[in-house]
């Protein structure tokens, strides 16, 4: 059994902590009069909405753009006994992606085994990537999730370091010099009192995470309940990049001069984008001048009274593949409508705004996909106004929209959508594309149960998906359906009320 399933099992026990909801992260401020924060915890300096939720310095993240090149598929994971979302990058690299693929699936057979579904309360469990450094010889990608199982909520996080051109991956002591190190780690602990007794007689091998700091520190990082109590969530101890210098190896200094000056692994480019570290974006949304003028959604001239109108519908993006569904969108003349996560916003600003300028709606799917009705009323709206504010900010268009994930609500969701001025967008053709993978079924399933004012879902995170949208399109052209946005179906429509489905006569 892996560290992470172990640790996974370990929740069980774990279940009195001190733990209600995760600690609010910098990717989700919660309006200071509603916090369930608990007061101990720091907000890092100079934190992006995209930082890692941990008290103590956090791993500079990158822009996940970086990796363009050199990701050769998205996995995802999904299930309809409990609610697992998980994605991860595959590289065409055997030795790494068998490493994430195994890690990932592990962590939901675990999940699943640990949290049968059962009762009111449905467990769930999100599991995203992000990106740690990007260089021709080194590639870090930390796994970043969170787990709820029914009473209490869980941050998970693990990191996986290889080489994009030779395919290896590298272990802690390919990194590092282990028992220099260790009394490294135990120094920095003290100096924080600490208790890494808690973490075992090897705490370094412990630690699920290694990653740098902006600066070049050497960060290792724990789980919530690992070595500090609950309430603190994830802790990361960091060493100074001074004495970092004298512990890392000819590959871990790669692995840091990755993280602090990344360039394209493909080593298609000489440019080096980073993600933009200003500690400015909690501020008010303002388009700037560079923001684009999308072309109004909806401002296309149809009426859908006269016509067989139906609306395309992409949930849980943006992601890799939108650019590709972007084109064929516009190669068709189609406008449709995507329910974006705050997350996915953040790590594809420049994506998100791409769908805004090609003139399609953008909904709101929440920040991270979590089940709304589990959480408190302060973190339903949170969830919302995060979202909201990271699509006003990158696109410059204000959603009308929420669609809950999974389709979960209660009376806190709806007042939390009337709250924030918008109506909830269900669907009434659900295509299953993400269970079936499949590019044949998907088309199928799209062709054979839509009707006039159909809400057709699928999703933009799945390549099979993304191939089915052209004949989806023309199939349903051919029958004398006319494609339009979510707004043009609907009308005008009234916050925290909920629509499946536009005039079907
Ligand atoms: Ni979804």
């Not at 939901?108 to 449905?122: H, L, M, N, Q």
């Not at 740690?132 to 930390?142: F, K, R, T």
């Not at 395919?167 to 602990?189: K, Q, S």
């Not at 075992?200 to 500090?228: K, N, R």
Request: aromatic letters at 6%.
């Amino acid at each position: 059994m892996n560290k992470l399933c172990s640790a996974l099992v370990g929740l069980v026990v774990l279940s009195g902590c001190a733990i209600n909801y995760p600690v609010p992260t910098a990717s989700t401020p919660a309006p200071a009069t509603a916090s369930p924060s608990p007061s101990a915890t720091p907000t890092p300096t100079g934190a992006t909405e995209d930082a890692f939720s941990a008290t103590g310095e956090v791993p500079r993240v990158l822009d996940p753009e970086l990796l363009d090149g050199v990701v050769a598929a998205l996995a995802t994971r999904a299930s309809t006994t409990s609610h697992v979302f998980a994605t991860w990058p595959q590289f065409a690299l055997p030795a790494i992606d068998g490493t994430l693929s195994g890690y990932y699936v592990a962590t939901i057979r675990a999940f699943e085994k640990d949290y049968p579904s059962a009762g009111a309360v449905t467990p769930e469990l999100n599991l995203g990537w992000r990106v740690l450094a990007a260089s021709p010889s080194m590639v870090g990608i930390a796994a970043d999730g969170y787990l709820f199982g029914g009473a209490s909520g869980e941050n998970l996080w693990r990191s996986f370091w290889f080489a994009p051109g030779s395919g290896a991956v590298f272990g802690l002591d390919d990194l590092l010099d282990h028992t220099a190190t260790l009394a490294a780690l135990r120094d920095a602990a003290s100096a924080r009192s600490i208790d890494l007794g808690e973490a075992g007689a090897d705490p370094l091998s412990a630690a699920p995470l290694l990653a740098f700091g902006e600066g070049g520190s050497l960060i290792v990082g724990y789980d919530e309940c690992q070595v500090a109590t609950c309430a603190d969530g994830r802790v990361t101890l960091a060493i100074p990049a001074e004495r970092a210098d004298t512990l890392l190896t000819p590959a871990g200094r790669q692995a840091r001069e990755a993280t602090t000056h990344p360039t394209d692994p493909a080593g298609t480019s000489t440019a080096a984008p980073t993600s933009d570290p200003s500690p400015g974006t909690s501020s008010t949304p303002t388009p700037t001048a560079t923001s684009p003028s999308p072309t109004a959604p909806g401002s296309d001239r149809v009426n859908c009274r006269k016509k067989k109108c139906i609306a395309l519908t992409f949930d849980d993006g943006p992601g890799p593949y939108t650019r590709t569904l972007l084109g064929h969108l516009s190669r068709k003349g189609v406008h449709a409508t995507f329910f974006m996560l705050g997350q996915q916003v953040e790590m594809y600003p420049k994506v998100a705004k791409a769908v805004a300028a090609a003139g399609h709606e953008i909904g709101v799917h929440t920040w991270d996909h979590r089940s709304l009705p589990t959480l408190t009323p302060a973190r339903i709206r949170t969830e919302i106004t995060s979202t909201v504010r990271v699509i006003r900010r990158d696109t410059g268009t204000s959603p009308k929209y929420l669609r809950p994930p999974y389709g979960a609500m209660n009376a806190d969701v709806h007042a939390a959508a009337r709250k924030a001025g918008l109506a909830m967008v269900l669907w009434n053709v659900d295509t299953l594309d993400w269970k079936t993978r499949n590019t044949k079924k998907t088309v199928t399933a799209a062709v054979k149960q839509t009707r006039r004012g159909s809400i057709i879902l699928v999703h933009d995170i799945h390549p099979t998906t993304v191939k089915a949208v052209p004949a989806i399109i023309d199939r349903l052209r051919a029958k004398g359906y006319t494609f339009v946005t979510v707004s043009q179906l609907l009308g005008p429509t009234t916050p925290g009320k909920k629509y499946f489905g536009g005039r079907t006569g």
